[in-house]
């Protein structure tokens, strides 16, 4: 035991510091805190906690997921296709000495995933072509100089309906929300339920299946980032944590159907769904975005 103040601390107590770690893991050890947070949430977690100059890298290769996106706004019009998205994001990708993440990506054929109003992600590009009304999701992983980063954006193209409009609103917002939320000592469950609670009190609904995701040194790393849950639950944040959060919501059921080609997911009742992603890490007091969207 420990004294501290008139508090005892016990050494497999919750650390005073709101780490989620155990006393003895963590502040008891001073001059190691951070070589052990990383070692113990590797061990336990899976979870690569990243260094400083990792980061740096992780946010260059956001700086180019947002200037690609900026790219995709200035072509995003009625009349286009799904695959002319493709080809600008390939290109630019190519272009600024990056490759495209989800090129042959467990198999997945193009360099873009681009998912039209009942599509909720992973939309191959193609023929489609995008009319008056729609939202287009363009979902851009890039990798530069070995690091990922991987942001999504719903497109209006041309006049959305009123309707259309609340929703994306509404998906983009719980994605503020979450990022909100963000901070060494909150926990995953805590930006799930900002999440989750947001968008069904308007009236929408969450998908289940697909998560955010830790990222960086590979595209999908661990932890999971549940987009639902309770507050308090899951896994406790510490600074250095890279992560997206990207919210489906739908208009109507939270259910899903995959398309034979594998990899389309669509709403199962054929209602719209918009999505928002960033790339997250956690600092010292809060955290910051590595695909900060200025649009
Ligand atoms: N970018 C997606 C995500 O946010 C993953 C796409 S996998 C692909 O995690 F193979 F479809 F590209
Ligand atoms: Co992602
Ligand atoms: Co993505």
Redesign the pocket.
Known sequence: MTKRGNKKIGRNSLCPCGSGLKYKKCCMLRKNIKTDIKSYYLKRYGIIIKTNEEIEGIRKAGSLVVATHKEVKKIIKPGITTEDINALVHKFTVENGAVP??LN??G?PKSV?VSVNEVI??GIPGGRVICDGDIVNV?I?SILNGFYA?A?YTYFAGEPSDETRKLVDTCKESLRRGIEKVAPGATTGDIGYAIQSYAEKKGYSVVREFVG?GVGID??EPPQILHFGKKGTGIPLVENMTF?I?PMINTGTKDIRILDDG?TAVTRDGSLSSQF?ETIVVTKNGCESLTPFDF
């Open positions: 993440a989800p990506y467990k997945f995933c992600c992973h979902d992983t991987d999504n995701h595209f999908h997206t990207e990899w992603e």
